[in-house]
């Protein structure tokens, strides 16, 4: 029986990923990550999977991103057994990162049982606890990059450095064909690190495989080329701009990788002068102050490992730990930077510096990379003039910029350039990874330049069974988790909070306090019209 190959996340999104093989009577994973966005997605992370954990004997990870490894601790709490495999850099990054994001879990469920508890709802139990993390790190195993392991009895693996992040792999996988026939080869992209990557070489990978599987983040767009250095001097400009308006620059950035890069550029545009060389730089994330010295720990393995080095212990970067020393940093007056997690502005402490900041008018905030659709980055970026973060309402009078040539994903040329170098491919290229321009947009560029390639975007929980002669949709007999329209789009709950915000001001928008109790009553009869 030919394999079949599953897609339960990263379809039509830009998170979750997760790839279930099923081989004959064995299943692996390859990837097993959060889903992010909007609440409709976010959901997922709390249903069961779409698979019993059990009957997996393995997961291959790509690289330790949480939307590609965050629901490792959940497989493994719901009786998943076997072993992980992954660089030995992502196994680092991983031991702090699932405990972090564990912790993250249980500190914002706590809040919001807090608050379930004040209304009368129901006490809600994080996805998985620091505990379910720490268990999930003994099954992880190293493997190298362009050495062969044996995953199952008939499945073999091994990684190519991917160029995204520091450990990041594209995963080759082989399954020996039927009566000793010819083994079948399926090719995982992982996430692809673009051309002028700060801390990484460019990506590799083996060429003539039978299946790829590619991601397609950036699929639909060519970011500007730029150099190392021009990108720096970019910054720099980016960064006067916000000290002459006098107040502090915001940075939301992931923690890995992404803040490690924006350090080095930052050292070395205060050490030529070019940015005032006294301000202040918090690293306020306590992951991204764990994942430093990992990446110091393996500077060997990285470009501009020594300029890196003296970056992390330069005397105007400061990493801050407690919640005190975090809060602390707002009192501060005048021009400072700030770098915290996360990189969308969904979590973490870079939410309480937006609230104490984006109602400034001399305040900067600077994305640093993708804002998926939903995410609180992605509204800020769409021009929200209000935006609702903890329950709280924020008018939005800060400068909202976005300077994304630090992304860890190659862009539209440079994807069609890596699946190019992986010719000939004989079957089926799946594109995922990518919201609907970037899906699509992949596919115009790719069916261009190579007519004869089948070029398929397969839906949240479609299967195909993979065959030497082509793939195959197969039925899986289970409805879909999330209807393909819900994936990667605001839904429900981003219409909720700005209507919620579209009362509040229209009710104080009113004359007096007769016209604001007209306005509630209008409200309120329509509430009881669609109710009734």
Not at 25 to 51: H, I, M, W
Not at 497 to 523: F, Y
């Amino acid at each position: 029986m030919n394999p079949v190959l599953r897609f339960h996340g990263a379809a039509h999104g830009v998170t979750g990923s997760c790839y279930e093989l099923e081989v004959g009577t064995r299943r692996l994973l390859v990837d097993c990550g959060l889903f992010q966005g909007s609440k409709s997605e976010k959901a997922l992370n709390y249903g069961d999977f779409p698979f019993e954990p059990a009957l997996v004997d393995a997961v291959i990870l790509t690289h330790a991103h949480i939307d590609h490894s965050g629901l490792l601790p959940k497989l493994v709490r719901h009786g998943f057994t076997g072993s992980i495999h992954a660089t030995s850099a992502t196994i680092d990054l991983c031991s702090v990162m699932l405990p972090d994001s564990a912790h993250i879990q249980e500190m914002e469920v706590e809040n919001l049982n807090r608050r379930n508890a004040q209304r009368g709802r129901p006490l809600v139990s994080p996805i998985y606890t620091m505990q379910d993390a720490t268990a999930c790190m003994t099954q992880f195993r190293a493997g190298e990059y362009d050495v062969w392991s044996t995953i199952t009895d008939s499945v073999r693996a091994r990684f190519w450095n991917a160029g995204h992040l520091l450990g990041s792999t594209s995963v080759e996988i082989e399954i020996d064909g039927e009566h000793a026939g010819t083994p079948l080869r399926v090719l995982f992209s992982g996430d692809i690190g673009p051309g002028h990557k700060l801390l990484q070489t460019d990506p590799q990978s083996p060429s003539g495989v039978d299946y790829l599987i590619c991601e397609s983040t950036y699929g639909d767009r060519d970011r500007p080329e730029v150099t190392r250095e021009e990108r720096r001097l970019m910054l720099g400009q980016e960064v006067r701009h916000a000290a002459e308006a006098g107040g502090p620059l915001i940075i939301p950035s992931f923690a890995v990788e992404r803040t490690q890069e924006l350090l080095v550029d930052l050292f070395l545009l205060a050490e030529s002068g070019a940015i005032p060389a006294a301000a202040p730089i918090f690293v306020d994330s306590p992951l991204a102050t764990r994942a430093s010295a990992i990446f110091e720990r393996h500077a060997s393995e990285i470009v501009d490992g020594n300029v890196l080095r003296r970056a992390l212990n330069s005397g105007n970067i400061r990493f801050t730990e407690t919640v005190e020393q975090s809060k602390a940093i707002n009192r501060l007056a005048g021009f400072f930077i700030v770098i915290a997690a996360s990189g969308m502005c969904d979590a973490g402490r870079i939410r309480h510096h937006l609230k104490a900041n984006l109602w400034k008018k001399n305040a900067t905030v600077m994305m640093a990379g993708y804002q998926a659709q939903g995410s609180l980055g992605r509204i800020l970026l769409d021009g929200a003039a209000r935006v609702r973060i903890q329950g709280e309402e924020i008018n939005v009078k800060a400068h909202i910029s976005h300077f994304d040539l630090y992304s860890g994903h190659a862009d539209a040329s440079e994807l069609v350039s890596w699946v190019k170098s992986r010719l000939p491919i004989s079957q089926t290229i799946f594109l995922t990874h990518g919201e609907e321009d970037g899906l699509t947009g992949l596919q115009e560029r790719l069916k261009a330049a190579f007519p004869e390639s089948e070029v398929t975007l397969p839906l949240i929980d479609d299967a195909y069974e993979l065959g030497q002669t082509g793939s195959r949709q197969v039925d899986v007999n289970r409805p879909r988790r999330l209807k393909p329209e819900k994936v990667a789009r605001l839904d429900w709950h981003n219409d909720l909070t700005k209507l919620l915000m579209d009362v509040t001001e229209s009710v104080n928008a009113a004359a007096d306090e007769r016209s604001r109790a007209a306005t509630i009553r209008r409200l309120r009869r329509a509430l009881e019209t669609n109710t009734n």
